[in-house]
């Protein structure tokens, strides 16, 4: 019951902050004209021009503008388009503006029709609607963004549709220094493209990497930067991109010269250490009941992840600031942020140095190439210095053990240290032996004649893929990963069954979980072209084998690389004589990965063993091809095949052509 009460007492929290964030939005949007710092772009709206036959929607102008030379940052955006066919249209009728209205206002300008020559006005201020762009809580989060959204009525194939809208204000949390990006390319090209920047006379301002030339004027208080570009080219979009990677051109800005800055900004944000008698009561729990400092870190860790539930309400200052580590543990839940202070707060008291260490979950590879500024970071974790090592620790991740030998690593590749002189981003080292491993152990035992066909398989998961598992079965349970274990099987052998209760064995000091199944076989073999035929494959290792749809590329493309595989199947006959095989083993070595299968004969069986490591998480597009044929050579080699005479018990040796080629076309199948 009262867990209850408590439910309904939090969603009356989250319903009535949604309420007020539409009341504060309704009252943060007004209807006026640009403002007066804002230089108006004026293009030909000729309708008759060229239209490539690919696209949807024509983009005749895009104009971004940012005036960051007053204390609160202004953004001002215009979008001129045209849809050429009736599927342009579903793109073009709704045009939506987001924004925060705890700290930002919007100001929509025009929204307007042109249609044979004559334009008309289709902004109708109380036909916008405001929706709470957290209704859905799908990110276990709370923001405080709002979407204005206006429906157009009566678009039509060939109307030019131009809408103009500014934001102004921005988190106050972010301080003094300003920073943003303007997007040069889409996924289609835009005829005009016009950008402008207004920074404070002599402001450095850092601009990165970017290539693209720019114009500078200045005032006696006003540096002006403008960029225009005619008929942008589209970007290729391709499948399987890294996370990293980006085909999408951009120019980022930032007042921030250097890392150090960021650093100086962070600081600040992290120095609450607030503990509550409650919290000083668990932790003095901890001091007394266990032994060495080793075991309090993975204690507080195992604390932190499982009973400090994600939830992060990210509203106002809190979007980059944590609330104090009192607050998370009473209310028992918490974002990356709260968890992290929460975590340092608790290592602290057992004396061991710990900070917090902003990274990017998804451009880690990358970071050192980003403009510095607090928006190259989206999440935050735990650097540990502790016995003259470095250990990385993710407060959100859950159901991890192993203590601090054995945990599973994520790599986010380059990290901002919040410490005192911290001046540049540290390079994550993974520590030894940190890669993730599957090793599966395969038994078929084989009573020729007498009954079907036993298979006993040992699944051993390390690392992150025990985590994950240990996660999957808190959420699902036994009985359906029972279940997915026999239906994986029963697309080899369709007439596979259950033979005993599944095992599971979690070993979490060594952070591993062994699984255990049995089942039996009927129909071992299958009659092709006048043989009975056994065909075995590796599936697992087949799944990290992927090429991606667009060969011809410009970019690099993804590849799964975080764990390795070994995976072992024995065949044992009840046979006297030895299995007869055509197949001796193979070795494969490049730059994507390392293979090799080894074949032992035994006197009742025979045993192939895979291992199979990834070297790379990427490819570059020149290495497609050559990827590709690697790939193709190991699929190849991933099957073992034994053929029978019909009415005999005894496999026999494959000895002609076409028995070698009917193997083939079976493993090719698999």
């Known amino acids: 019951m009262l867990r209850t009460i408590t439910s309904l007492v939090f969603l009356c929290i989250i319903c009535c902050s949604a309420f007020a964030s539409q009341q504060d939005a309704i009252k943060s ?8 710092w804002v230089k108006q772009s004026k293009i030909d709206l000729n309708t008759n021009a060229d239209k490539a036959p690919e696209i949807s929607v024509r983009y005749l102008l895009s104009d971004q503008q940012y005036n960051i030379a007053t204390k609160n940052k202004s953004f001002y955006y215009q979008v001129i388009m045209q849809p050429i066919n009736e599927n342009g249209l579903q793109h073009v009728a709704e045009v939506n503006f987001s924004f925060n209205p705890k700290f930002e206002k919007l100001s929509i300008h025009h929204i307007q029709i042109t249609r044979d020559g004559k334009t008309t006005s289709r902004l109708i201020p109380e036909q916008i609607k405001i929706l709470n762009e957290d209704a859905s809580l799908k990110d276990k989060q709370v923001n405080g963004r709002v979407t204005a959204l206006a429906i157009l009525d009566d678009i039509r194939v060939d109307d030019i549709i131009s809408y103009a809208y500014s934001i102004d204000g921005s988190n106050p949390v972010l301080g003094d220094k300003h920073f943003g990006r303007f997007a040069t390319s889409w996924g289609v090209s835009i005829e005009e493209l016009h950008l402008r920047l207004l920074s404070k006379k002599k402001s450095k301002i850092n601009f990165g990497e970017s290539q693209l030339a720019f114009s500078k004027k200045s005032t006696s208080s006003i540096d002006e930067y403008t960029w225009q570009i005619e008929n942008t080219i589209a970007a290729v979009q391709e499948d ?11 120019i980022e800005f930032s007042e921030y010269e250097n890392w150090k800055q960021v650093n100086l900004w962070a600081i600040d944000l992290y120095q609450d250490r607030t503990i509550s008698p409650e919290l000083n009561q ?5 001091n007394n009941e266990l032994g060495s400092t080793d075991e309090k870190i993975a204690a507080a860790l195992q604390f932190v ?3 400090i539930r994600y939830f992060g309400i990210e509203m106002g200052q809190n979007t980059h600031r944590p609330f104090s580590p009192d607050t998370v543990f009473s209310r028992r839940y918490g974002d990356c942020k709260d968890k992290t202070t929460l975590l340092i707060t608790i290592l602290e008291k057992f004396g061991v140095k710990a900070y917090p260490a902003l990274v990017s979950s998804f451009a880690g590879k990358v970071l050192d190439q980003q403009t510095p500024s607090p928006g190259a970071f989206d999440h935050v974790i735990v650097k540990l210095e502790y016995d003259s090592k470095d250990y990385w620790l993710d407060g959100t ?4 053990r192993g203590g601090l030998k054995n ?44 009954g079907p066909t036993l298979l006993t398989v040992e699944t051993t998961y390390k690392g992150l893929r025990a985590d994950s598992l240990r996660v999957s079965l808190a959420s699902n349970g036994q009985k359906v990963l029972a279940e997915n274990f026999l239906n994986f099987y029963s697309q080899t052998f369709p007439k596979i069954q259950s033979k005993s209760e599944f095992k599971i064995n979690d070993d979490t000091n060594a952070n591993e979980i062994k699984i255990i199944s049995d089942y039996t076989i009927e129909d071992w073999t299958v009659s092709k072209a006048g043989k009975k035929i056994v065909s075995l494959y590796v599936p697992e290792i087949r799944d990290y084998l992927q090429s991606p749809t667009t060969l011809v590329r410009q970019y690099p493309f993804y590849v799964p690389h975080n764990v390795n595989l070994v995976y072992q199947q024995t065949i044992r006959s009840s046979q006297s004589k030895p299995l007869s095989y055509d197949d001796t083993g193979s070795k494969q070595t490049n730059r994507y990965f390392n293979y090799s299968k080894e074949i032992k004969s035994k006197e009742d069986g025979v045993t192939i063993s ?25 699929k190849n080699q991933l099957g073992f095949v034994i053929i029978y005479p019909e009415n005999s018990g005894q496999p026999i040796k494959q000895q002609d052509t076409k028995l070698r080629n009917l193997a083939k076309r079976l493993l090719n199948k698999g």
């Open 29 to 36: 949007v007004s209807y006026q004209k640009a403002p007066e």
């Open 240 to 250: 399987r991109l890294p996370s990293w990677f980006t085909p999408f051109g951009f």
């Open 282 to 286: 668990k932790i003095t729990l901890w």
């Open 305 to 307: 992840q499982d009973e």
């Open 397 to 400: 991740m859950s159901h991890q």
């Open 407 to 450: 945990i599973g690593f994520i790599d986010y590749e380059q990290a901002l240290v919040i410490k005192d002189s911290q001046s540049k981003l540290t390079k994550i080292i993974p520590p030894e032996n940190s890669a993730s491993t599957i090793e599966t152990n395969e038994v078929y035992h084989i009573d020729e004649g007498r």
């Open 610 to 634: 895979h291992r199979f490591e990834p070297k790379t998480s990427y490819v570059e597009a020149s290495q497609t091809a050559d990827y590709v044929e690697q790939i193709n050579l190991l």
